[in-house]
């Protein structure tokens, strides 16, 4: 076998082993020994110390007590906070997004923010015979598009920094600063054709109970088809339909964005 066909196997295989550690503890069991934790997944206490060590080090396990006892840590909640983050934003937004897409005509769908990259997970498609379409499951570094720099423009300063470190090498990161600014002072983002030929979309952020940015709604259509008077009906709907779904996300305060009037001017 080549050498590298067996060095990702022997990786995966490690990957696996730091799961079954991860699922070995229970409500019943939630902290064990090495010597417990041995019993369950029968590995070399070596191997287990390194497995530990590695889960330690990303905050998905924590040790605590002598003789050393582990359990899971912060890390693993993060994680239970942005799947269920995710769950709560596709059901709420169901009907929202439904709702905009009647109104507006066009293609209505509903991003999260997942690490660096921003995934639609619902769409409903424009009923015209020529849309746009965006697809479940498609993502796209959360710098790119109007449904990205929605979401960009609008996250804790810390995690924003993170996020401009990951920047694709092909992006202009002056024009990516200019073109945030412009979106936190209109409170959505406009961009036309940035990732589809002859595309127009707008977005607007959602935002979570802790007031955090969690995603964006967007609309897309063919560029041709949506005029100016489309584009201030549109904008106006989808400010308030995201709103909407801040609110249903438990987002009490008052909303973060405001809206200009008149048509957004963007980069062509």
């Keep these: 076998m080549p050498r590298a066909a067996n060095t990702k196997l022997k990786s ?32 070399s206490r070596p191997t287990l110390y390194r497995l530990l060590h590695t889960l330690m080090a990303k905050g998905l396990v924590r040790s605590d007590g002598e003789p050393q006892r582990f359990a899971l840590d912060y890390g693993i909640a993060q994680l239970g906070h942005v799947w269920m983050s995710a769950l709560d934003a596709t059901a709420a937004a169901g009907p929202i997004i439904s709702r905009l897409r009647d109104q507006t005509g066009e293609t209505a769908y509903l991003n999260v923010l997942r690490g660096n990259l921003r995934t639609c997970v619902l769409e409903m498609t424009s009923l015209h015979e020529l849309s746009i379409t965006w697809s479940v499951g498609r993502s796209e570094h959360v710098c790119r598009g109007a449904s990205g720099k929605a979401i960009l423009a609008f996250m804790s300063e810390e995690l924003a920094t993170s996020i401009m470190r990951s920047l694709p090498k092909d992006t202009d990161r002056k024009h990516l600063i200019e073109d945030l600014a412009i979106v936190r002072k ?10 589809m030929v002859g595309a127009l979309a707008i977005a607007a ?12 709604i967007a609309v897309a259509g063919p560029e041709a088809r949506l005029d100016d ?16 779904l801040s609110v249903a996300l438990g987002h009490a305060t008052p909303s973060r964005t405001g809206m200009r009037s008149g048509v957004p001017r963007r980069r062509q």
């Design 12 to 43: 995966v295989r490690a990957v696996d082993r730091a799961i079954e550690i991860l699922q070995s503890f229970s409500v019943d069991k939630p902290s064990m020994s090495v010597v417990e934790l041995q019993k369950k997944i029968r590995l």
């Design 186 to 195: 209109d409170g959505f983002a406009l961009s036309r054709g940035e990732l």
């Design 205 to 216: 952020p959602c935002f979570d109970r802790s007031g955090g940015v969690v995603g964006s």
């Design 229 to 244: 008077d489309w584009i201030i009906r549109c904008t106006k709907l989808l400010v308030a339909s995201a709103s909407e």
